[in-house]
């Protein structure tokens, strides 16, 4: 073939593929994941033993199979395997390997462990939500992401609202609590993870503030992200302030680039300001820096060192192996008293709304429950993704999508140090979907596979 200016003909305007339409597959999975994330933030039974946690487990694990059944059983297969495998970019590549042998080393922790049947539920239900890191890469979230964030966001906004009316003395449930700590909690049931889920939903209504072209998108990103702050700032909880800080520099870092220091020093001053005017954010504060100056860091921490301690404790006796996937909260109390022998010193918790069945820390009861190989493995595949999602961030055709995964994953991170994130369906739910989509922008998987 020839050009044609050398031929002398008149090139023929190329004609466009009409643009593929939308499955029915394709719409119960977007509908399913819909339901997730509007009902592991909303849904409540009070009937239940557990009335918050329960319904919320429900609906993710329900709708993760639905939506993975639906997205994953009509697809077809654009190129094979190989072929897929060898234009990975690297840093896809390393993530989708390391998370791989974390699975199958969970698996035999699990098959090692001496809590086996304990191990071998948690290990169903781990990889149940693992669906969510799958459905997150295919193409029905591609398409249907913009109604994923906005589910999200909405449901998200709903129970900051709800929580600020709490704040006032407005109840809308009744609730039976021990101390006030909870009464703020709204539909989440818990201030600590209504917290850490409005702050990935204020990273979130910030990418969407500073990447949209539509005035009114803005806008109600906005609105939505004053919302969200003020909820933060009622409820001051220092991991979720942290973790919005964390995730906002790194989402103004990769939208900016050079030009991210004005933006982020604004956020900051922004913060700093909250702390010296609202009452709440300067008392807790007076009361961290108190505890920094007096080294009482069980104060500072809210008493997770027992926690923490407990989990160094279990990694030290099974260092390998682990104890298996769901078994720190079987094995706390027995190697919180052997951490205080060994240190010599008491791991007490005066608060009585407190509990353990979780270190508090996603790393380290990743390694106590699944051993060192485990939990290195994990953390590579984390660490992976961020890099391949940092990297699609300076491309020019999915930059604003790219620093706004960049922000959520690295404030769940963030959150992960000393909370637990990943275990709990209101914040894993939109965390693994997010961690699935980055990995599908840090692969360069097209959106629209050919036909």
């Not at 004609?15 to 339901?35: D, F, G, T, Y």
């Not at 697809?75 to 190989?82: Q, T």
């Not at 709490?166 to 700590?181: A, C, D, I």
Request: aromatic share 6%; net charge positive.
């Amino acid at each position: 073939m020839r050009p044609a200016a050398l031929t002398g003909r008149r090139a023929q305007p190329a004609i466009p593929l009409p643009a593929r339409r939308i499955a029915v597959s394709e719409v119960i999975a977007i509908a399913s994941l819909v339901a997730v994330l509007a009902g592991t933030a909303l849904l409540v039974d009070p009937a239940a033993h557990a009335s918050f946690d329960a319904p919320k487990r429900l609906v993710a694990t329900a709708g993760a199979v639905v939506a993975a059944f639906a997205a994953f059983a009509f697809a077809r297969r654009s190129r094979g395997l190989l072929v897929s495998w060898r234009a990975l970019p690297p840093a896809a590549r390393i993530a989708l390997v390391t998370v791989m042998i974390a699975l199958v080393w969970s698996a035999l922790s699990a098959a090692l462990s001496p809590r086996r049947t304990l191990s071998l539920d948690s290990l169903r239900a781990m990889f149940v939500y693992l669906l969510l890191v799958a459905l997150g890469a295919s193409v029905p979230v591609a398409r249907g992401r913009s109604a994923l964030a906005t589910t999200f966001l909405a449901a998200t906004a709903a129970n900051a609202a709800i929580s600020l009316l709490q704040s006032r003395g407005v109840q809308p449930l009744r609730l039976e609590t021990f101390g006030t700590r909870n009464l703020t909690g709204a539909l989440a049931g818990n201030v600590g993870y209504l917290t850490i889920t409005v702050a990935l939903a204020a990273v979130l209504a910030l990418g969407i503030a500073i990447s949209t072209r539509r005035r009114s998108t803005r806008a109600a990103a906005l609105a939505a992200l004053v919302l969200l702050l003020a909820t933060l700032v009622v409820n001051r909880n220092l991991t979720a302030l942290v973790s919005f800080a964390v995730g906002t520099t790194a989402l103004l870092a990769a939208a900016f680039g050079r030009r991210s220091i004005a933006p982020i020093g604004a956020v900051i001053l922004a913060l700093v300001l909250a702390v010296v005017a609202a009452a709440p954010l300067r008392q807790r504060a007076a009361t961290a820096i108190a505890a920094v100056r007096a080294g009482d860091w069980d104060r500072l921490t809210t008493y997770r060192t027992g926690a923490w301690a407990a989990a160094l404790e279990m990694i030290r006796e099974r260092p390998v192996a682990g104890w298996g996937p769901g078994t720190y909260a079987a094995e706390f109390v027995p190697h919180r008293l052997r951490a205080e022998i060994r240190a010599r010193r008491r791991f007490v918790n005066p608060l009585v709304t407190s509990s353990y069945s979780e270190a508090h820390c996603d790393y380290l009861q990743a390694f106590a429950e699944g051993g060192i190989p485990g939990g290195m493995a994990a953390i590579v595949a984390a660490g992976a993704l961020v890099v391949g999602v940092g990297r699609r961030a300076r491309s020019r055709t999915s930059r604003g999508e790219a620093a706004i995964l960049l922000g959520i994953l690295v404030a769940g991170a963030a959150a992960a140090l000393t909370w637990f994130p990943l275990q709990r369906p209101i914040t894993a739910a939109p965390l693994l979907l997010a961690a699935g989509r980055g990995w599908r922008l840090a692969a360069d998987w097209p959106d629209e596979p050919p036909p």
